[in-house]
T-cell receptor
């Protein structure tokens, strides 16, 4: 299956700061999603973004499919942004392979 | 939007017993559902693909006789952990593929089921 590498593994931010999370894929993907896992374990789908750029409020994501990477931007971070962010991708079988996650801690 | 419901959200059982976890797509039909397992502080690992009306396909290293999957309808898949042992304690999450009008194949995840085997 596809190998997914996420960086950084941990990120500590001061409230109001901006940050960038990165995801590299070992092969081409036609399904790429970013998730936020809340403290109770629920995976919240942030973006479905196999290519291009999308924005949703303070979050935005960009995928450069030809170079097999995706970026998640968090602007003006808030304490509620804390949690684990996962990216996941699949090729033609919809079986998502997950990265190891980035644990984000936003301090007030 | 598409909603996937899992039940129970948490369960505690004695070693040697079997536990069934249900995964339902509430407002869409899902011919395919996926079961993942997540150990503390780790990522999600795909266990198996559940196919409506046919046998599930398991990932390498996952015991099919240990983790029984049944996908009897287009809205329900069940995972049964048979003869559970403490090492089976984990967070089990299901997902299903909904196809919105845009054609995008977004996977929606349930809230997960936390299993603790004593």
């Amino acid at each position: 299956g596809i190998q997914v590498e996420q960086s950084p593994p941990d990120l500590i931010l001061q409230e109001g700061a901006n940050s960038t999370l990165r995801c590299n894929f070992s092969d081409s993907v036609n399904n790429l999603q970013w998730f936020h896992q809340n403290p109770w374990g629920q995976l919240i789908n942030l973006f479905y973004i196999p290519s291009g750029t999308k924005q949703n409020g303070r979050l935005s994501a960009t995928t450069v499919a030809t170079e097999r990477y995706s970026l998640l931007y968090i602007s003006s971070s808030q304490t509620t942004d804390s949690g684990v962010y996962f990216c996941a991708g699949s090729s033609n079988d919809y079986k998502l392979s997950f990265g190891a996650g980035t644990t984000v801690t936003v301090r007030a | 939007g598409a909603v996937v419901s899992q039940h129970p959200s948490w369960v505690i059982c004695k070693s040697g017993t079997s536990v069934k976890i249900e995964c339902r797509s509430l407002d869409f039909q899902a011919t395919t559902m996926f079961w993942y397992r997540q150990f503390p502080k780790q990522s999600l690992m795909l266990m198996a693909t559940s196919n409506e009306g046919s046998k599930a396909t398991y990932e390498q290293g996952v015991e099919k006789d240990k983790f029984l999957i049944n996908h009897a309808s287009l809205t329900l898949s069940t995972l049964t952990v048979t003869s559970a042992h403490p090492e089976d304690s984990s967070f089990y999450i299901c997902s299903a593929r909904a196809q919105p009008r845009s054609g995008a194949n977004v996977l929606t995840f349930g809230a997960g089921s936390r299993l603790t085997v004593l």
